[in-house]
């Protein structure tokens, strides 16, 4: 071909070129573009299924599962929030949350995967080509080739193979073609036979699927106890800085008030000297408390999912001493009964026994029967005409594999297996017995700490009023007042900590048992035991 000549021929030819090839450019572009849309709904709808079917008890979870993060992060001006807003916050905003929902998305991601795998699978080919030798005339081959195949239940594997092609030089009036099918059903018989050996990865997709919504389930709720406890350690600090504020405005009352009596000579100079150093001592304290609070506040906004630079101010009050009806027997009983994390275990101990028995049968001999129907015509009427050439072919096939080394190897690994599994449920078992067990007494002992601190609070109180009331009357100097105003606020400190370490506690131990969920807004939603 000259030198111009393959650009004149392009040139010719581009219309012609175009409207083949766009129409089918453009096809998968949309279909493209539509199934990257569906994607997501497809996922979730996935999700909700397998949750609604494995975890009906946890369905709270759902919509925060299929929840996306939310973008707009401006400052937001003064957050007054409580609990239940800190939650909602969080929910909304954080971005932990945010990469737990992404691994539930590419857990259902990878099912639907898996469930393509193993549905009908299509493909096809178009080729068109363009021959021009030198001195002679031009060819044109046109070739369709269409594919289709299915995994069957029973292992065997049904596939449909369909070509057509055309041929015809430049010039000529006729065309040459050709058409060609073929259906062929194949079936092991030993090796290979049998659902669960051929659907493995489906079925371990689904197991897969539901570990994860367990681990998420889970991942939530700690989530949520996580957030509760940097809520209330705000809280504490916060009723820390009242009581410190407190201790600072007596302090100060109680210099002056010394420094009136040395005037008057009715004190000595030493009170006056120790009530400037309380004083000291307590603005010094407030200090780094406010110092602490708010870093501690801009890092509760970090865990929030907002900027630092937000105004937070948190609200509520600091907990009550609420009762848990529960034994320590109950809480063992509903610990291996409800525990998703125990249930995990369990079913890939049931996994790992299945990939025992689908190693075990691969020993077996591979024999495969297998039938063939096919068809060939050289005309376009080929296919509903008479001249079709049709054969039909069927019988066994058996592989004389001698070496079963890779096999028995493979038994080999699925005991060890088998027997990691079973060590791990027993140890797991024991390990949620004992933490149950430490669970419940410090939740108990946290209650009886709580009350002592509530009576070492008032007996602070009672002493520093006393100590007041002796100072004001000239029967003490103000070293007592110090040391029992002092006493007071480390009492009261220790009590709303007190209070706060046992709500803690007592929210973690209906986790452990498995009384904890998750509502959609991400509020904490407490179950009765059954």
Same mark, same amino acid.
């Given at each position: 071909?000259g030198?111009?000549?393959?650009p004149r021929?392009?040139?010719?030819?581009?219309?012609?070129l175009?409207?083949?090839f766009?129409p089918?450019w453009?096809?998968?572009g949309v279909?493209?573009?539509?199934?990257?849309?569906?994607?997501?709904?497809?996922?979730?709808?996935?999700v909700?299924?397998?949750?609604?079917r494995?975890?009906?008890a946890?369905?709270n979870?759902l919509t925060?599962?299929?929840?996306v993060?939310?973008?707009n992060?401006?400052t937001?001006?003064d957050?007054?929030?409580?609990l239940?807003?800190?939650?909602r916050?969080?929910?909304r905003?954080s971005r932990a949350?945010?990469?737990?929902r992404e691994q539930l998305?590419?857990?259902?991601?990878?099912?639907?995967?898996?469930l393509r795998?193993?549905?009908?699978?299509y493909?096809?080919?178009?080729d068109?080509?363009?021959?021009?030798p030198a001195g002679g005339?031009?060819?044109n081959?046109?070739?369709?080739?269409?594919?289709?195949?299915?995994i069957l239940?029973?292992?065997?594997?049904l596939s449909?193979?369909?070509?057509a092609?055309m041929?015809?030089?430049?010039?000529?009036?006729?065309a040459t073609?050709?058409r060609?099918?073929?259906l062929t059903?194949?079936?092991p018989l030993l090796?290979?036979?049998?659902?669960?050996?051929?659907?493995a990865d489906l *079925?371990q997709s689904? #197991?897969?699927?539901?570990y994860t =919504?367990? &681990?998420f389930?889970m991942d939530? $709720?700690?989530f !949520?106890?996580?957030i509760?406890?940097?809520?209330y350690?705000?809280?504490i600090?916060?009723?820390v800085?009242?009581?410190t504020?407190?201790?600072?405005?007596q302090?100060?009352?109680?210099?002056?008030r010394s420094?009136?009596?040395?005037?008057?000579?009715?004190?000595p100079? *030493?009170d006056?000297l #120790?009530s400037?150093?309380?004083? =000291?001592? &307590?603005s010094?304290d407030?200090? $780094?408390?406010? !110092?602490?609070?708010?870093?501690?506040r801009?890092?509760?906004?970090i865990?929030?999912?907002?900027p630092a630079d937000?105004?937070l101010?948190?609200?509520?009050?600091v907990?009550e001493?609420?009762?848990l009806?529960?034994?320590?027997?109950?809480?063992l009983?509903l610990?291996?009964?409800?525990?998703?994390?125990?249930?995990?275990?369990?079913?890939?101990l049931?996994d790992?026994r299945?990939?025992?028995r689908i190693a075990r049968?691969?020993l077996?001999?591979?024999v495969?029967a297998?039938?063939t129907a096919s068809g060939?015509?050289?005309?376009p009427d080929?296919?509903?005409?008479?001249?079709?050439a049709?054969?039909?072919t069927?019988?066994v096939s058996?592989d004389l594999?001698l070496d079963?080394?890779?096999?028995?190897?493979?038994?080999k690994r699925?005991?060890?297996?088998?027997?990691?599994?079973?060590?791990?449920l027993?140890e797991?078992?024991?390990?949620?017995?004992?933490s149950?067990?430490?669970?419940f007494?410090?939740?108990?002992s946290?209650?009886?700490a709580?009350?002592?601190?509530f009576?070492?609070?008032?007996i602070a109180?009672?002493q520093a009023?006393y100590?007041a009331?002796r100072f004001r009357?000239?029967e003490?100097?103000?070293r007592d007042?110090?040391?029992a105003?002092?006493?007071?606020l480390?009492a009261r400190?220790?009590y709303v900590?007190a209070?706060?370490?046992?709500?803690q506690?007592?929210?973690q131990l209906?986790?452990d048992?498995?009384l904890l969920d998750i509502a959609a807004?991400?509020t904490?939603?407490?179950?009765?035991?059954?």
């Amino acid at each position: 071909m000259g030198g111009n000549a393959q650009p004149r021929w392009f040139a010719a030819n581009v219309p012609t070129l175009l409207r083949l090839f766009l129409p089918l450019w453009a096809a998968v572009g949309v279909v493209s573009c539509v199934s990257t849309q569906r994607l997501d709904s497809d996922v979730r709808r996935t999700v909700q299924q397998e949750a609604a079917r494995s975890l009906p008890a946890q369905t709270n979870m759902l919509t925060d599962a299929a929840a996306v993060m939310a973008e707009n992060r401006r400052t937001l001006p003064d957050l007054q929030v409580d609990l239940d807003g800190a939650l909602r916050l969080a929910t909304r905003y954080s971005r932990a949350l945010q990469s737990k929902r992404e691994q539930l998305y590419l857990g259902g991601l990878d099912r639907l995967t898996a469930l393509r795998k193993f549905g009908p699978q299509y493909s096809g080919t178009l080729d068109y080509l363009l021959t021009k030798p030198a001195g002679g005339a031009d060819q044109n081959d046109t070739a369709l080739g269409l594919k289709a195949s299915q995994i069957l239940p029973t292992g065997g594997t049904l596939s449909a193979d369909g070509a057509a092609t055309m041929s015809r030089g430049s010039g000529d009036t006729n065309a040459t073609y050709s058409r060609s099918g073929e259906l062929t059903l194949r079936q092991p018989l030993l090796a290979g036979a049998g659902y669960e050996v051929s659907h493995a990865d489906l *079925i371990q997709s689904e #197991r897969n699927l539901i570990y994860t =919504l367990r &681990a998420f389930t889970m991942d939530r $709720q700690d989530f !949520a106890i996580g957030i509760l406890k940097s809520y209330y350690g705000l809280l504490i600090e916060d009723a820390v800085l009242a009581n410190t504020r407190q201790n600072v405005d007596q302090s100060t009352f109680l210099r002056r008030r010394s420094e009136a009596l040395f005037r008057i000579r009715r004190a000595p100079s *030493i009170d006056v000297l #120790r009530s400037q150093q309380q004083e =000291l001592s &307590a603005s010094n304290d407030l200090n $780094q408390a406010e !110092a602490q609070y708010d870093v501690d506040r801009r890092r509760f906004l970090i865990d929030l999912g907002l900027p630092a630079d937000s105004t937070l101010h948190v609200t509520g009050q600091v907990p009550e001493l609420r009762p848990l009806d529960l034994t320590l027997e109950t809480c063992l009983t509903l610990a291996l009964q409800r525990r998703l994390d125990l249930r995990t275990v369990e079913d890939r101990l049931e996994d790992a026994r299945r990939g025992l028995r689908i190693a075990r049968r691969a020993l077996l001999p591979k024999v495969d029967a297998f039938a063939t129907a096919s068809g060939e015509g050289q005309s376009p009427d080929s296919v509903t005409g008479g001249d079709t050439a049709k054969e039909y072919t069927a019988g066994v096939s058996v592989d004389l594999s001698l070496d079963k080394r890779p096999e028995r190897d493979a038994v080999k690994r699925a005991l060890i297996g088998v027997d990691a599994a079973e060590r791990a449920l027993t140890e797991i078992r024991d390990t949620i017995r004992v933490s149950i067990m430490d669970s419940f007494r410090t939740f108990a002992s946290l209650r009886q700490a709580a009350g002592i601190e509530f009576q070492n609070t008032e007996i602070a109180r009672r002493q520093a009023a006393y100590a007041a009331l002796r100072f004001r009357n000239g029967e003490a100097d103000n070293r007592d007042v110090v040391d029992a105003q002092n006493q007071l606020l480390a009492a009261r400190n220790t009590y709303v900590r007190a209070l706060v370490q046992y709500e803690q506690q007592r929210v973690q131990l209906l986790r452990d048992v498995g009384l904890l969920d998750i509502a959609a807004d991400g509020t904490l939603v407490e179950t009765k035991a059954p």
